[in-house]
């Protein structure tokens, strides 16, 4: 932890993308969002990933998204990009939009639904490097792309300046430790982000040698995360654990949703949107079709996650 910390470091929330009831987006509740992170005191914030739904959204939708998260923040923190498509071209068209937007980072992953290899994987990434301006992140999901990002191709890329950093969403942290070893071993003079997308294990990872967290919990939670993450910078691993197993605990939000109906994203992102309406950071939980947003039933048990896991309520004005 005595090394400057790269550009993209400490608590960068993926932002979720509200919604209204009849499917679109809804500005005035992602500014109050944005507004919440800010006054939490985040780092970044990272737009149009997994819990913002951008696979839902219309180029459209993402575009509005973007462009509120971008004017919100005012420059007071860099804000990431997702340019989430399925293969290199469309991705490039998506980074152009983002950049024009005013991101001030890309975050790409493998291509998807179209059956690649390492050597494909790494092209790809060569190629949207070389077609825009902005530092780029991969997006290490290997769940939704079924492809996972080795150490190796990592390290490479970040060696060469291809790759500005990684977000790490696989699950895998021994190959997140790898990583950090394998980065100061071979490129210790670029400016790479570590950073861990496992909500649950933030104190672990940056001990082991990680720039930050891209937690999707952090949007209901953001000042939590901000405490956990300086615990850590200041080596105050006891404090960094407690803050940690709060959180773990509040995590059980994603509980909530009856498994009968519900599955991945609608048990993540509806009990986040849940938790930010009952918060009053949102006016709503509404989710992107196929999902659906949790009932009354599910909002109730959300509801005492919510007074049992975080340390104190601050409602926003």
């Known amino acids: 932890m005595t090394t400057p910390a790269p550009r993209f470091a400490g608590v960068v929330p993926p932002a979720v993308t509200p919604l209204t009831e009849e499917g679109e987006v809804d500005v005035h509740s992602l500014e109050r969002l944005v ?18 739904e951008t696979v839902f959204l219309t180029d459209r939708q993402r575009d509005l998204a973007l462009e509120t998260i971008v004017k919100t923040a005012g420059g007071a923190v860099p804000v990431l990009a997702g340019c989430i498509e399925p293969t290199t071209r469309r991705v490039v068209e998506r980074a152009e939009a983002s950049t024009r937007l005013g991101a001030d980072g890309l975050v790409v992953t493998a291509p998807f ?50 790759l500005a950093g990684v977000k790490d969403s696989s699950g895998d942290d021994v190959a997140f430790r790898q990583l950090a070893l394998a980065i100061a071993e071979h490129a210790p003079e670029r400016d790479f982000s570590l950073l861990t997308g496992h909500e649950v294990v933030v104190d672990a990872m940056m001990l082991a040698g990680g720039s930050g967290s891209v937690p999707g919990l952090g949007n209901v939670d953001p000042a939590g995360y901000v405490r956990l993450h300086r615990a850590c910078v200041a080596g105050d691993w006891a404090a960094a654990r407690r803050e940690q197993d709060r959180l773990t605990r509040l995590f059980r939000i994603v509980d909530a949703a009856d498994p009968a109906t519900s599955a991945g994203a609608t048990r993540g992102v509806g009990a986040f949107k849940t938790a930010l309406s009952l918060l009053g950071v949102i006016a709503g939980n509404a989710v992107s079709l196929p999902l659906r947003p949790l009932d009354d039933a599910e909002t109730g048990r959300v509801r005492t996650q919510l007074e049992l896991g975080r340390a104190a309520l601050t409602m926003p004005e």
């Open 35 to 52: 507004e919440w992170l800010l006054d939490a005191g985040v780092d970044g914030i990272f737009a149009l990933g997994s819990s913002g």
């Open 113 to 162: 639904y179209a059956i690649v290899g390492p050597h494909e994987i790494e092209r790809h990434f060569r190629a949207v490097a070389a077609a825009v301006e902005l530092p780029l992140l991969a997006y290490d999901i290997p769940v939704c792309v079924h492809s996972k990002l080795s150490v190796d191709l990592l390290t490479r890329l970040a060696a060469e300046g291809v």
